[in-house]
T-cell receptor, first 111, second 109 residues
């Protein structure tokens, strides 16, 4: 059964303190892994899509990496405005549309 | 650009009442989704529409119906609401990337 687990559930960092969020997944074949950011009271906002192990993508202070079993979202020198819940989802090769979503990691950056 | 627009933003229903959530997208996407989001759980798919005139059940379709009225619009009807339907509902559309609406907060009392 396809599964996505995100850890930690919550992470509190000081401004400038770099860290990583984890997304572990189980699928028969990976079509794509997606990272989203969600602010309170808003819909998820797309960040990255990764397709194959070894792939990396960057956007400002965020960098997403992918292995055959997990993905990391690295946050370098975060700022308070990076505070949000970060969601991970995977699409199995067998599905044309179904994504399996993790429960998210709530990131709080203190000034 | 409006993207994906959902209405209403907030709704309170009494147990047994019915209502329809409206969704429209202006990105000319074929695929549209309805999800619900509950605390501590990932987004769960209620219904999916691959194109105008087609709909498929997702993980949690019981108690819901959908209509893909045209390419732009995909509505979700909640029949005879129960407190278990209290949730945040998101409509989304997709070409390659999934784009979400702002959400509809539904409380059933």
């Amino acid at each position: 059964e396809d599964q996505v687990t995100q850890s930690p559930e919550a992470l509190r960092l000081q401004e400038g303190e770099s860290s990583s969020l984890n997304c572990s997944y189980t699928v028969s074949g990976l079509r794509g892994l997606f990272w989203y950011r969600q602010d309170p009271g808003k819909g998820p906002e797309f960040l990255f899509t990764l397709y194959s192990a070894g792939e990396e993508k960057e956007k400002e202070r965020l960098k997403a990496t992918l292995t055959k079993k997990e993905s990391f979202l690295h946050i370098t020198a975060p700022k308070p405005e990076d505070s949000a819940t970060y969601l991970c989802a995977v699409q199995d090769d067998d599905s044309n549309y179904q994504l399996i979503w993790g429960a998210g990691t709530k990131l709080i950056i203190k000034p | 650009n409006a993207g994906v627009t959902q209405t209403p933003k907030f709704q309170v229903l009494k147990t047994g009442q019915s209502m329809t959530l409206q969704c429209a997208q202006d990105m000319n996407h074929n695929s549209m989704y309805w999800y619900r989001q509950d605390p501590g759980m990932g987004l769960r798919l209620i219904y999916y529409s691959a194109s105008e005139g087609t709909t498929d059940k997702g993980e949690v379709p019981n108690g819901y119906n959908v209509s893909r009225l045209n390419k732009r619009e995909f509505s979700l009807r909640l029949e005879s609401a129960a407190p278990s339907k209290t949730s945040v509902y998101f409509c989304a559309s997709r070409w390659d990337t999934i784009y979400f609406g702002e959400g509809s907060w539904l409380t059933v009392v």
